[in-house]
């Protein structure tokens, strides 16, 4: 990319960015891109008139480069805008992805990236076809405690890995929030954030699972009706022997811990997922990294893999969304089924 500013005072080595969906974690992630230094937020996506007029002002955005649901495929002819970051309900991801992708422009979409395994393949081969890529919210990727802590699993710190084991979990309010609408989260607590002990235990331990059991359990079928899942159990085998154990849960607070264990130490994450700041400590003694704002860190490292094609430690596409659903859909059908279900 050329590092020129042109004559409105563009940096053409930043990625212009508009965010669709405007809801409370695209407004944390429009607030953290304040301080990006290789991103920008160049326009919005919304369904909502009211939440345009008011981003436009906070975030200084044109009118020509705000978009409503029907009208956003024209964003094909907008220079502005290099990507697309879709932060909308999960349900929605697929359909919207696509259609960003048919615009030509790259997608970032959060997780999980789709509500099962068949979507995000559509998905990626969506992407590949546009000749864009699609990347994927998972800011742990670039949080320095977690990346610490795989690199010094990398160099044999730890011995050889053993045990995980993920722990995730608050306690959800608001009975009516789309969270607890099948149609629109595609599961309970496991879609949301069950996928972090997931996608944990692949970074952390460093390896893909071979089979999957699982358990749900649930105590409130008024609040959680089928097919949202309140609390599940889930256990992985991996190649090498080692195993997983975890837990995720819409039903008890404050429940955020990873811990990974080898047969020369251990390593604790503790908040391990949440906002920050990230604690951990490991048999050497306590973790020292940089405490950063996720979303800054994430949107400026999506910048360089988007442009300039950067290869992250833990990589954060398409590809790694799809492992994640895949192991997902054995999680639900090992808990449905009651039985060990393989991935290989
Ligand atoms: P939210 O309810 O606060 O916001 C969702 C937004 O989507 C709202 O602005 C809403 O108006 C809009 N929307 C568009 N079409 C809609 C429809 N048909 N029904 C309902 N809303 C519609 O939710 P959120 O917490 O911002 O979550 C959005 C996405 O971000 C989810 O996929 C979630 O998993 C993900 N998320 C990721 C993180 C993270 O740390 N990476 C944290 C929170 C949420």
Not at 85 to 108: F, M, Q, S
Not at 197 to 218: C, D, H, L
Not at 250 to 264: H, K
């Amino acid at each position: 990319m050329n590092k020129t500013t042109d004559k409105t005072g563009r940096n053409d080595s930043m990625l212009r960015l508009a965010i669709m969906g405007l809801g409370s974690y695209g407004t944390r992630v429009a607030e953290a891109m304040r301080d990006c230094k290789k991103a920008k937020l160049t326009g919005v996506i919304s369904g909502t008139p009211s939440k345009i007029k008011d981003w436009k002002g906070k975030y200084g955005i044109p009118e020509k480069n705000c978009y409503n649901y029907e009208n956003f495929d024209a964003i094909k002819d907008n220079p502005d805008i290099d990507a697309v970051y879709v932060i909308t309900p999960n349900a929605l991801h697929h359909d919207e992805v696509i259609r960003v992708a048919k615009a030509g422009k790259h997608v970032i979409c959060e997780k999980p990236m789709a509500i099962n395994a068949t979507e995000a393949q559509e998905m990626i081969d969506a992407c590949k076809k546009a000749n864009v890529k699609l990347l994927v919210g998972y800011r742990m990727h670039f949080e320095p405690h977690t990346l610490k802590i795989v690199e010094m699993r990398n160099s044999g710190d730890f011995g050889k890995i053993l045990f995980f084991q993920g722990l995730v979990g608050f306690t959800i309010d608001d009975p009516n929030q789309w969270r607890l609408n099948k149609a629109l989260s595609g599961g309970g607590s496991m879609m949301d954030i069950g996928i972090y002990a997931v996608n944990g235990s692949r970074y952390m331990i460093g390896e893909e699972p071979v089979w999957v059991t699982a358990e749900e359990i649930k105590n409130d079928p008024v609040k959680f009706k089928e097919g949202i899942d309140e609390t599940m159990l889930f256990q992985f085998g991996f190649p090498s022997g080692a195993v997983a154990s975890c837990l995720s849960t819409y039903s008890m607070n404050n429940l955020d811990r990873f811990f990974l264990n080898g047969t020369n130490g251990f390593a604790e994450l503790m908040p391990a997922t949440g906002y920050g700041p990230i604690r951990g400590r490991t048999n050497q003694g306590e973790l020292t990294a940089p405490d950063v704002t996720h979303q800054t860190v994430q949107m400026d490292e999506m910048a360089d893999i988007i442009l300039r094609n950067k290869k992250p430690l833990i990589p954060a596409d398409g590809e790694e969304a799809l492992k994640d659903l895949k192991i997902i859909g054995a999680i639900y059908e090992a808990a449905k089924t009651g039985k060990k279900v393989s991935l290989t």
